[in-house]
């Protein structure tokens, strides 16, 4: 079934069927989205913003444009991103989002509620924290064409949990701007052929902290840079972090 400019107040009830949105305007749906194993589809370029507490089995699939919601509203056993599409996670609670995410298109956190991954992330497109958003990775985040993680603005940050693993793309695995913060509890992989094997500091300063023995490595050594557990690293304006290849000077144990 396909609704063009699909918006309202009222709960909609899936079934077994998937529910295409052709939203082509900005809208959103304030009530709750349930079925047993429909599923939802999001096409059209505008942002179609989903308000309620939704509960459905089957897929989530964007083809266009955005689809903004929460960890409560964004739902599925999966989610699929085609094109260019954009999902975003716009709360400011701490919640989880337990879906595979694939496709080629990308992710946004945004707002200042934690948003737990813990499935495996393989879309090629970004997957960005916006100023003042905080992202944990308990999955794993691999596939990305570009940067694997990109804490893109001020006071971001990313928790890579013990059972997590980034894996860049051609680029870096992680990239940090201004006053961002990593805590890596599981493994960071730079594989990237393109990159310069660094988890870039682009502005102001950055702290990694690298706990408990674990894993930031680049794909080329295939080795451990730094096992000092609770390692700060801090680098100023314009300066690229090589892990592995830390100047002394730049490196500050806790």
């Given at each position: 079934?396909?609704?063009?400019q699909?918006t ?16 082509n ?14 599923g ?32 409560d ?39 200042s ?9 393989t879309?090629?497109?970004g ?6 958003s905080?992202?944990a990775?308990?999955?794993t ?5 570009g940067v ?8 971001g ?32 992989t ?7 094997g ?5 502005q ?11 894993q930031?490595h680049?794909a080329?050594?295939d ?15 314009h ?10 000077d730049?490196?500050?144990h806790?």
């Open positions: 079934t396909s609704v063009n699909l309202g107040t009222g709960g909609i009830l899936l079934g077994a069927n998937m529910l295409t949105a052709i939203n305007a900005n809208g959103s749906i304030s009530g709750n989205i349930t079925g047993s194993s429909g939802f589809t999001k096409s059209g370029g505008g942002n179609l913003t989903l308000n309620g507490v939704n509960n459905y089995a089957g897929s989530t699939i964007i083809n266009q444009g955005m689809l903004t919601g929460t960890t509203s964004i739902s599925g056993s999966n989610i699929a991103l085609n094109g260019s599409s954009q999902l975003r996670y716009n709360q400011n609670f701490a919640g989880t989002a337990a879906q595979n995410i694939g496709g080629t298109g990308s992710v946004e956190v945004n707002n509620g934690l948003v737990t991954f813990t499935g495996n992330l879309h090629s497109g997957l960005t924290a916006q100023a003042g905080h992202l990775i308990s999955g985040r691999s596939g990305a064409a694997g993680i990109d804490l893109s603005g001020a006071g940050s990313l928790a890579v949990n013990a059972s997590g693993s980034v894996v860049g793309g051609q680029f870096a695995a992680v990239q940090m701007a201004s006053a961002a913060d990593v805590i890596n509890l599981g493994s960071i730079n594989a990237g052929p393109l990159g310069d660094f988890v870039g500091v682009h102001q300063m950055a702290t990694i902290e690298n706990r408990d023995r674990q930031v680049e080329d050594a080795r451990q840079a730094r096992d000092q557990p609770e390692l700060r690293i801090e680098q100023p304006n300066q690229g972090l090589a892990i592995g290849r830390l100047l002394d730049a490196v500050r806790r």
